[in-house]
């Protein structure tokens, strides 16, 4: 057994996440942003899905702790908290740095730098940069510097991943490449994350569960995806593409509503 498969295997069950009633409003609206309640344990990989303006990245900058609630509750389990990374829709690169000195950038701001110089060549190797390690943002295609912005993200060893559409401006193969990449690390690594995409195809490829969120911030659609091995022929099925009707369908019926 595989030390990611033991530590999954010692957690099955656990509640990682848990909101209730939870709810986020700024100053300038009338109404919620966020009004809902749902549950992640551990393990399992959760898709958030939704129109514009539903409040999916507010849902995940609470998630991370870099916005607050308003009001209800919001637990996370003590094996998680400071143990989650966040990823954003552009890599945000720090453009003088090299691909070796933006993923070391974390674990010089919490003071974790020394001695880690093999493992961030390892890592970056891992994500197919090897030959990348000293290279500057200017120079990297589109999906090598969100590789090099997913490898800053997993230097700190986190349990958890928040990402917000990191694929979303990248050409459709390398969007599949990268899709099947986080596959990937989520085997090796046991790595558990909450995924926003306004694909459709992307949230059923990607998760164990997928919630579709309406405008007002609630969670119109919360259901489980039960897929064997997951590779890019899963989406010429038959079962994979009743999935990406069904939420197509509400998806339509939620934009008319609104």
Not at 25 to 50: E, H, K, W
Not at 72 to 98: D, H, K
Not at 118 to 128: H, W
Not at 138 to 147: D, F
């Amino acid at each position: 057994m595989t030390d990611a498969a033991a530590r999954a295997d010692a957690t099955i069950g656990e509640t990682l996440i848990d909101a209730h009633d939870l709810t986020k409003r700024f100053a300038n609206r009338a109404q919620d942003t966020l009004r809902l309640s749902f549950s992640i344990p551990a393990r399992q990989c959760v898709s958030l899905l939704g129109p514009s303006g539903c409040g999916k990245t507010t849902l995940l900058r609470v998630l991370m702790g870099i916005e607050a609630p308003t009001g209800g509750a919001l637990t996370i389990a003590p094996g998680l908290a400071g143990n989650v990374s966040y990823v954003f829709q552009e890599p945000r690169l720090v453009p003088w740095r090299s691909s070796f000195e933006n993923v070391r950038l974390p674990l010089e701001l919490t003071g974790r730098d020394a001695e880690r110089s093999g493992e961030i060549r390892t890592l970056l190797a891992s994500l197919g940069l090897g030959e990348r390690v000293e290279h500057f943002p200017r120079e990297l295609s589109g999906g090598m510097q969100m590789r090099v912005a997913l490898a800053r993200a997993l230097i700190t060893q986190p349990k958890m991943l928040l990402l917000d559409e990191p694929f979303a401006a990248l050409d459709e193969r390398t969007r599949f490449r990268l899709q099947d990449l986080l596959l990937d690390l989520r085997e090796r690594l046991g790595l558990q994350y909450v995924f926003v995409t306004h694909s459709i195809a992307e949230a059923v490829y990607l998760g164990d569960r997928v919630l579709l969120m309406n405008r007002s911030g609630q969670i119109d659609t919360d259901r489980a995806i039960s897929f064997g091995k997951r590779d890019q022929s899963l989406k010429l099925s038959s079962e994979f593409n009743a999935q990406v009707r069904a939420f197509s369908e509400r998806f339509a019926t939620l934009e008319r509503d609104a």
